[in-house]
């Protein structure tokens, strides 16, 4: 039975998908598919009521030279998932553990433009239901506490998993060092998983990052052109149009006063300024226990 050999535990929204598909390049490294099995935390404990068996079947096809990764957000979810942290440390005890931070205000903001996005992906017709400043009361998402925010407090879900693991299991990581070093963190990351450092796994083609503003400009854009493909015969000339053609033909409809009626329904509000200065107020102290714990300047955290 083959199990994981490495967590990247979180943070949610902090590049964790990035750093997924970077490991997937490598020869000697095998990431689970699901991206996020959620197998230690899912709601209502779905997926852990699936049983080892399942778990383990998301890494029987790796080969026996592969070590073996996955990459769940909510395993750093407390209190909304209690009892992950416990239960990695009984079913995994040597495994090690990456995590990777980010600013916890912009990740916030970022977690809760995703869930926008995925209601918008469900039903298509779903407008935005809250304001960010909505979404962070506790209890907002029918779960403990405040879940844009409580993931946020670093320390807090670092904390849960020292009760189980001594800290060499640890890699941590900011998101930063990935966008800004990413050959030097990904050879840190190969490193400390135990296979070849010296793999090149930026390749000539970007990675697509899991970013809600992609989704945001499709999703406006399929709102605007939507009564004009709604008459008939239009929407199927336009797929005979070149995309250039259709380009032009947006560029001239965004600029009607129909395009800020869409953004209004559909794309999640910006955060208010005063939100922002309350966020990095509350989110200063758990910063600061972080920056001494990793020994690291987090004062641009503090804007």
Request: hydrophobic share 35%; charged share 20%.
């Amino acid at each position: 039975m083959r199990l994981p050999d490495f967590l990247i535990i979180g943070a949610s929204k902090s590049g964790t998908t990035t750093l997924y598909e970077y490991l997937c390049r490598h020869p000697q490294i095998y990431m689970s598919t699901p991206k996020e099995p959620e197998f230690f935390a899912s709601v209502n404990d779905k997926n852990y009521a699936k049983g080892i068996n399942w778990y383990a079947s998301l890494f029987s096809q790796a080969d026996p030279h592969q070590v073996c990764g996955e990459a769940s957000g909510r395993y750093t979810n407390w209190p909304q998932f209690p009892q992950a942290a416990e239960r990695v440390a009984q079913l995994l005890p040597h495994a090690k553990l990456i995590y990777i931070m980010r600013h916890p205000v912009d990740r916030a903001y970022s977690l809760y433009a995703q869930i926008v996005k995925y209601s918008q992906l469900r039903q298509p017709q779903s407008k935005v239901k809250k304001t960010f400043e909505q979404s962070i009361e506790p209890g907002s998402y029918s779960l403990p506490g405040s879940y844009l925010l409580d993931s946020g407090d670093y320390m807090k879900q670092i904390e849960q998993y020292l009760r189980f693991f001594p800290r060499e299991s640890f890699l941590f990581l900011l998101m930063e060092d990935l966008a800004q070093r990413p050959a030097e963190t990904l050879s840190k990351v190969c490193n400390f998983i135990g296979v070849d450092d010296e793999i090149n796994l930026i390749q000539d083609d970007s990675i697509a990052a899991n970013q809600a503003s992609h989704h945001a400009e499709w999703f406006v854009r399929s709102r605007i052109t939507a009564p004009l493909k709604a008459i008939p015969g239009v929407a199927s000339a336009a797929n005979w149009l070149p995309q250039g053609a259709r380009d032009r033909a947006y560029q001239i409809l965004k600029r009607l006063p129909y395009k800020q009626q869409i953004e209004k329904q559909y794309l999640p509000p910006p955060m208010l300024p005063e939100t922002r200065q309350m966020l990095l107020e509350r989110f200063h102290e758990p910063n600061q226990r972080l920056a001494e714990f990793l020994n690291r300047d987090l004062s641009h955290w503090s804007q």
